[in-house]
């Protein structure tokens, strides 16, 4: 998805660490959007976002960053949306691309929270049927704030919805370690499996008297934004703080829930207000969490997600997530006995306050006071802007390259080069006509500037009729990850033919 050009980076703080953290940086593809709260992908092979917007809004942004003038659904007159209120998250069902199921989350005009299925047309895949609500959940909420908003399904099928505590300021009910409430919960529901809804069998605290059997999870004040690795299924939860501490906790696929994160025991780490609590060791303390204070922490978190695409090797493996106030950016991973986390500092990318992957794992983040939809990079990273007409596929006379294979079929869906790579959506990217048609697979080399004989990196690529050197989804320039600025010579090579080379070094800087 390349589409505006403007490429914003954060510097990180380079602190002691055993973890070699990524640069991150944000590119703006897209904007115009009215409060956006949340991102989704339907998985349904489009690669389209679903942006949700507050006012109860979802538009679509397709994968060339063109917008959808008609909503694939507006629900507005049925939500309210002032403050922390509105419409609120978004998920596709599993099996989306069979059933046209949808979830969203949203406060209605009494402020309460709803769970409601929807569908899609059965004519227009970008619109929605706004007449096919089916209500699934309903939570009163006391306060207007601390609705959390989230869903999502994990992968064993379940949807899973993570519920703030009710909200005003300390949690004056103490709900959200009262079981016998929703309130400051995760639950965890079987959308398939009754009608609206069934317990699921193996939630932890079925048949458990004076616990709800919809619960997952215990102990949360404000969960705003969690999400499942897609890779290992393990579940992150961004908790909004009280005064003193924002946290995310983590919680491995092996478990078989029953978790407290401690609210309102413990804000963090720290005790918050142990009247009645039992002792710490009952409590699941986050895995990082940052104090309020502008240069080193924030106010309010927003959390993201582990980045599994394949576009930025050094960003692989790291979770990411932001502050909604100060704008800073946070890195987290593993270094083998605990948790590694890095703070990067931003003054563009402002009031983030959602992240979203494409059905390719690539991140995505909303500005809520600008409209703005960035995708999220690794800053060290080189982007080539490339253009070749190889002597061997050239087709005299028309200043284009020759199409024979992609007619004829041949042009191979794992890259011909041993990598491993797989071209995104090749039924796609292979329909193409014209200048942007494929016709073949290319090695593109990162040589020494120096030493152009040195090759310092290389990765298989698309070759286009015009000679245009594309990504493997077809759409976007190639990046070579992990690479610093400087100056390189760059080679492109094809199987079959004589390749190419710069004459001079290219200079690549921010």
């Given amino acids: 998805m390349k589409c505006i050009n403007l490429l914003i980076l954060l510097f990180p703080f380079f602190l002691t660490a055993q973890v ?92 309460d929270t709803n769970i409601v299925r929807y569908t899609v047309s059965s004519t227009n895949p970008n619109v929605a049927d706004a007449t096919s609500a089916m209500p699934i959940l309903f939570v009163d909420q006391p306060f207007s704030n601390h609705n959390a908003g989230d869903l999502a399904f994990g992968r064993d099928g379940y949807l899973y919805i993570p519920l703030g505590d009710g ?45 709800e059997d919809e619960i997952w ?39 078989m829930g029953g978790e407290n994160y401690g609210w309102r025991c413990y804000e963090g780490n720290g005790a918050f207000n142990t009247a009645g609590c039992a002792t710490a060791n009952n409590y699941q303390f986050p895995v ?3 104090g309020h204070n502008f240069a080193a922490g924030g106010y309010s978190i927003t959390g993201g997600y582990v980045y599994r695409g394949t576009r930025y090797e050094c960003l692989q493996g790291f979770y990411v997530c932001a502050d909604y106030v ?19 500092s931003s003054t563009i990318a402002s009031s983030i306050s959602t992240f979203g992957e494409d059905e390719n794992g ?20 080189l ?16 200043a284009m390259m020759d199409d024979d294979l992609r007619t004829n079929s041949l042009i191979p869906a794992l890259d011909p080069y041993g990598h491993g790579y797989t071209m995104k959506n090749p039924t796609v990217t292979l329909a193409v006509t014209g200048v942007n048609a494929i016709v073949d697979w290319v090695e593109v080399e990162l040589r020494d500037g120096a030493t152009p004989s040195t090759v310092l990196d290389v990765r298989p ?46 200079t690549f800087s921010n």
Avoid at 369 to 377: E, F, Q
Avoid at 490 to 495: F, G, L
Wanted: charged share 15%; net charge negative; aromatic share 10%.
């Fill in 167 to 211: 909200g005003s300021g300390g949690d004056p009910g103490n709900r959200s370690q009262n079981t016998t409430l929703l309130l400051g919960k995760v639950l965890r529901i079987d959308v398939d499996g009754g009608t609206p809804y069934a317990i699921p069998a193996t939630n932890p605290f079925v048949g458990t008297i004076g616990v």
């Fill in 20 to 111: 070699t953290h990524p640069a991150i940086g944000f590119e703006v593809i897209a904007n115009g959007f009215s409060s956006p709260v949340d991102i989704a992908a339907a998985n349904d092979g489009t690669n389209r976002l679903f942006i949700v917007e507050q006012r109860g809004v979802i538009r679509i942004l397709n994968s060339d960053c063109t917008v959808e003038a008609t909503p694939f659904l507006n629900i507005d007159p049925l939500i309210n949306s002032s403050g922390e209120r509105g419409l609120l998250g978004l998920a596709f069902h599993p099996d989306y691309s069979t059933n046209g199921y949808f979830y969203v989350n949203y406060t209605d005009n009494s402020g």
């Fill in 326 to 344: 100060t704008n800073n950016v946070f890195t987290i991973a593993p270094d083998g006995a605990s948790w590694d986390s890095q703070l990067h």
């Fill in 217 to 255: 999870a215990i102990g949360l004040r404000n969960p705003w934004r969690f999400s499942f690795d897609r890779m290992t299924g393990d579940l992150w939860i961004a908790d909004v703080g009280q005064g003193v501490w924002e946290e995310v906790n983590y919680t491995p696929s092996s478990s």
């Fill in 362 to 381: 690539e991140l995505y983040a909303a500005s809520l006071s600008n409209g703005d939809i960035y995708r999220v990079i690794d800053a060290r990273t």
């Fill in 383 to 398: 982007t080539l802007d490339l253009k070749a007409m190889l002597q061997g596929p050239y087709e005299t006379g028309t």
């Fill in 461 to 506: 690529a698309l070759l286009q009729r015009d000679g245009d050197i594309v990504d493997m989804d077809g759409s976007s320039n190639v990046v070579f990850a992990c690479e610093d600025i400087g100056s390189y010579h760059i080679a492109v090579r094809h199987r079959n033919h004589l390749g190419v080379m710069t004459r001079l070094p290219v």
């Fill in 288 to 290: 990082f969490q940052y």
